[in-house]
């Protein structure tokens, strides 16, 4: 079993003329937190989504959970949890029959449905409205819920995408720890943000600008390097020379 | 109203249509693809229908009958069978109508008429009643000089056929176009964006923004109403090109009449977008009660005097049946206002109603 | 069999959300049965309550018994004699009437003279018909329907005195019609046409339906997040097709009965089984075509407007509302394509002919080919927009 959970060489998309992604080399070791930084159009939502197969890269070649994101996404779907951006779950069903529809997707094996089940929504701190419908309640319950849908089959990675959103900082404190609990279980975290003090949760972090990796480190050997005190002032620092937002 | 406001909602509004360029190719390619058919593979006059004849003693008299049969543009000889059950061979399709001769067809008879059998298919009833007189008909012109006394035509009629004595479809289905696809603009694209916006939640929050309900309706109104007017020009420009359909009246009536159609189409888009919350039922009620009515009722497609009673009233209500009505009289009759007052009143009325409906919703809903 | 597993879940949340939809369900099942039920009797090609004018310039009794001959039909609305035929055209004009016979001087005379001669005159008298030609086919319809009534009075009256004149009618006629008028004696036009209707209504919802459904969950996010589970997009296009399929037939079904019975349609002659299997080939047709759809959109609108555009093509191009056999030989080899054209034959041969499904495996065939092929063509989209 290899020591890293995802690995990627030159791993590049285009869109016609427009490198969204360029000849990024990325290695994640299992079980860490890992933020992928940067600044609006930066490219971390392209390179994520050609890590769970959700896009065909143009070129380079990579490996999550082991196996090659090229030939082998149906293997590597089984093996992940994945939350978007937006909302992306069903907002006419309750939060129940969305998590039971996630369990079922994913196959879990019937005698462990409804332990798995029960255990994702204690984790996940939902358990007061199982059977509201989901469209009805806010951002806060759709979130955790959508955590929960991405965890009950213990994935070996998940991948989080600008998880917290436009949230209050109380909420996404309280968001980062259910995300520490989860990498705690030796879950390895990939996510993507561009609140920079989130970063400091982060293990390691990664900056990416214009589409290619500025620089990558754990927290305090960023700042060590550039000399300053925040990961804010680290993104600043390397930002400095973007040309893309 | 603020026009600067207006402008900007207007502005933002045709860019969003005009990056939508699928759409856009539908509605152009519509009506093109509709008068194709409607000009060059649809005709409602009965052509070469099939025919099967039970002939059980085939001579040359038989069989110069068939040949005449088959030669008339009316009717296509299927088969000629010696025997066999009139009801099963129409069951299976075989023809629309049979014909059984007598067994003693050659022999001449002065004093007792020949027992000729027609059986029809009556389950398409237009063919049926249209072979039910064309086949007889041509029996008797076939027959013609063969006895003593001929069933004659004491009285003939000459027909004349005032405003399209060509009779020429064209004429007539290019204003029908011209009522259901502006309709179709107008309703059904009105009403699924701006429940679009609803549905989304990027709907403008009015009470936040410093426009007001009217900014907002005749901003993102007008985009369509330029649209669905550059294709209501482009179906006329099609008719005249490809179809010779020149209207004999004037433009300018047609010009301003349309426009109050256009503006009850919107009406009702609008109005629609104020009543439903999702873009499924917007489209679902669009088509219920704005297509269908106006293909069915406005007289398109079906003649609005055989409707019954009910229905009749009922058609008096879709906006369409009284631009027909326009648009027929000016392409057709060079008609001005002095004919065509009451539907231009009609419309203007309608227009009023709704749009002002509408707006009152649209304003207390945002 | 962890396959079923995720397709069942697939269609059983469909059917939630379709459940929670009254909006749409109420739409779905209103829209056909009300639509036929009401405009089932505006869908007739038949031409009645012509309004009609008579101008007698003759004055005689003869003149007048054929006026009366078509005051009295029941198909005409008649709306008064009038002085000239100036004045005729005026009512003409201002749309106040569609026909106007108007019977020259001198008919009696040569009406007269032609019985008298027990001949053919050498010039029949003739009488002048003018039509609104507006609405082309409804002015033809009109205008043959009235010189067959003055044509017939003609023959009527020949035969009638030189009945009296001794002579025996039936030598007049060269032959004896014997007419039989099978399947739809009455020529009621709404057994024709309401089956067509309830046909367009039922693919226009169904596959707006199931195009909308998916195009939905494109624009939502939720097909996204579908993608990234170990679920396989033939499933997921499949549990999508599936509860619209079942759907559009139930609709079908109660589409058919309601106004069918309303409307007294023969719906006892169709072999069910023959029937229910046509309803279920068509259906899949109509789904396909919404699946395919989809992933030719990127929004609902998109979606509407297409599908729009491909069934006013399949619908005006299938019989529905013109002949069939009308239309040039080119275009109706090209509809061998168009399920729309099979089915409606199909139920028409069933219902009104009572046929045997045995005679129409063709059709049935045809569907079947149509609604595979498009599903077909809708797995290998979807994957490929699905990368």
């Known amino acids: ?245 | 109203m603020n026009l600067t406001h207006l402008k900007s909602v207007a502005r933002k509004e045709f860019r969003h249509v005009l990056r939508d360029k699928q759409t856009l190719f539908v509605i152009l390619s519509l009506p093109l693809i509709m008068m194709f058919l409607f000009g060059y593979a649809l005709k409602s006059e009965i052509e070469d229908a099939r025919v099967v004849v039970i002939d059980p003693h085939p001579s040359d008299e038989t069989r110069s009958l068939c040949r005449a049969l088959d030669e008339n543009r009316q009717f296509a000889l299927a088969a000629v069978e010696t025997g066999g059950d009139p009801a099963k061979l129409l069951v299976q399709h075989r023809a629309r109508a049979l014909v059984e001769l007598p067994v003693d067809y050659s022999r001449r008879r002065d004093d007792a008429p020949l027992p000729i059998g027609f059986v029809y298919d009556g389950s398409d009833p237009a063919t049926a009643t249209t072979l039910r007189a064309a086949l007889p008909a041509f029996f008797r012109t076939h027959f013609v000089g063969r006895n003593k006394l001929e069933a004659t035509e004491l009285v003939t009629t000459g027909t004349r056929f005032l405003y399209n004595p060509d009779q020429k479809s064209a004429l007539f289905f290019v204003p029908g176009l011209m009522a259901t696809i502006l309709a179709m603009i107008g309703t059904l694209l009105t009403s699924v964006t701006v429940t679009r916006e609803k549905e989304l939640g990027t709907m403008t929050n009015l009470r936040l923004s410093s426009l007001t309900a009217s900014d907002v309706i005749v901003g993102k109104l007008a985009p369509y109403f330029a649209i669905a007017s550059a294709v209501g020009v482009f179906i006329l420009l099609i008719g005249r090109l490809a179809f010779g359909v020149i209207p004999q009246g004037s433009y300018g009536l047609l010009a301003w009449t349309t426009a109050l159609y256009l503006l009850v189409s919107l009406g009702i888009g609008l109005l629609i977008s104020t009543i439903v919350q999702k873009q499924q039922h917007a489209m679902l009620m669009g088509l219920g009660i704005t297509m269908m009515p106006t293909i069915m009722l406005s007289g398109f497609v079906f003649p609005r005097m055989s409707l019954p009673a009910p229905l009749y009233v009922l058609s008096c209500v879709v906006p369409a049946t009284w631009y027909l009505q326009i648009v027929r009289g000016i392409v057709l009759k060079a008609a001005t206002l002095k004919e065509l007052w009451l539907p231009a009143l009609v419309l203007g009325g309608q227009a009023v109603l709704l749009l002002g409906l509408a707006s009152r919703r649209f304003g207390k809903e945002h | 069999m962890d396959v079923l597993r995720r397709f069942l879940a697939l269609f059983r949340k469909e059917f939630l959300q379709i459940r929670r939809d009254p909006g749409s369900l109420r739409l779905l099942f209103l829209l056909p049965v009300m639509q036929t039920m009401i405009l089932g009797y505006a869908m007739t090609r038949d031409v009645k309550h012509i309004a009609l004018c008579l101008v007698d310039l003759d004055h005689s009794s003869q003149s007048a018994a054929l006026s009366h001959r078509l005051q009295t039909n029941g198909r005409f609305a008649f709306q008064g004699n009038l002085p000239s035929l100036e004045a005729a055209r005026e009512e003409l004009l201002a749309g106040r009437i569609l026909v106007a016979v108007a019977i020259p001087e001198g008919f009696a005379a040569s009406v007269e003279g032609a019985i008298r001669e027990q001949e053919a005159p050498e010039r029949s008298t003739n009488v002048m018909v003018v039509v609104d030609g507006q609405d082309a086919a409804t002015a033809g319809t009109a205008a043959a329907y009235t010189s067959a009534i003055v044509s017939q009075w003609g023959t009527e009256t020949f035969q009638r005195e030189v009945i009296g004149q001794g002579l025996d009618a039936r030598s007049l006629q060269p032959f004896d019609a014997r007419e039989r008028m099978l399947f739809n004696p009455e020529l009621e036009y709404s057994w024709y046409m309401v089956p067509g209707m309830i046909i367009l209504l039922v693919t226009m919802v169904g596959a707006l339906l199931t195009a909308f459904s998916i195009v939905r969950e494109r624009e939502s996010g939720t097909l996204e997040q579908l993608l990234v589970t170990p679920v396989h997009p033939v499933q997921i296009l499949f549990g999508k097709a599936l509860p619209y399929w079942i759907l559009s037939q139930l609709v079908f079904v109660i589409a058919l009965s309601l106004p069918g019975s309303f409307y007294g349609v023969p719906l006892g002659n169709a072999n069910v089984p023959g029937l229910a299997l046509g309803v279920a080939l068509y259906c899949l047709t109509v789904v396909s075509l919404g699946t395919l759809v989809s992933t030719l959109v990127s929004s609902q609108q998109q979606a509407l407007f297409l599908i729009w555009f491909a069934l006013i093509f399949f619908i005006l191009t299938s019989g529905f509302m013109l002949p069939f056999e009308s239309m040039p030989g080119w275009m109706q080899t090209l509809t061998e394509g168009n399920a729309v054209r099979h089915f409606l034959y199909l139920v028409r041969a069933l219902v009104l002919r009572g046929a045997s499904p045995l005679a129409l495996i063709p059709e049935y065939l045809k569907l079947a080919a149509i609604g595979i092929g498009f599903f077909t063509a809708s797995v290998v989209l979807f994957k490929r927009k699905a990368a």
């Open chain 1, 1 to 245: 079993m290899s020591a890293f959970s995802i690995r990627t060489k030159g791993l590049t998309k285009r869109f016609g003329t427009f490198v969204a992604v360029d000849g990024i080399d990325v290695e994640v070791k299992r079980g860490e937190i890992y933020g992928f930084l940067g600044a609006n159009g930066a490219g971390k939502t392209t390179a994520m989504r050609m890590l769970c197969g959700l896009l065909v890269p143009t070129s380079g070649e990579g490996q999550v959970a082991g196996f090659d994101i090229l030939r082998e996404t149906a293997k590597i779907r089984t093996r992940i949890g994945y939350m978007s951006q937006k909302f992306a779950l069903y907002p006419d069903l309750t939060l129940r029959e969305n998590l039971k529809l996630s369990t079922d997707l994913y196959a879990i094996p019937r005698k462990l449905v409804a332990e798995r089940m029960d255990e994702a929504i204690m984790r996940c701190e939902i358990t007061e409205m199982l059977g509201r419908v989901t469209g009805t309640l806010p951002w806060g319950w759709q979130q955790r819920l959508s955590l929960a849908c991405a965890t009950a089959h213990h994935p070996e990675i998940l991948f989080l995408d600008e998880p917290t959103g436009s949230v209050d900082p109380l909420s996404r404190r309280g968001f980062w720890d259910l995300i520490r609990a989860e990498a705690a279980r030796g879950t390895t975290i990939f996510v993507t943000t561009h609140y920079m003090d989130e970063a400091e949760y982060c293990h390691r972090a990664c900056f990416l600008v214009d589409g290619r990796v500025a620089d990558v480190g754990a927290p305090p050997e960023l700042k060590a390097r550039h000399g300053v005190e925040s990961l804010q002032d680290v993104f600043l620092a390397v930002a400095a020379k973007a040309r893309r937002s």
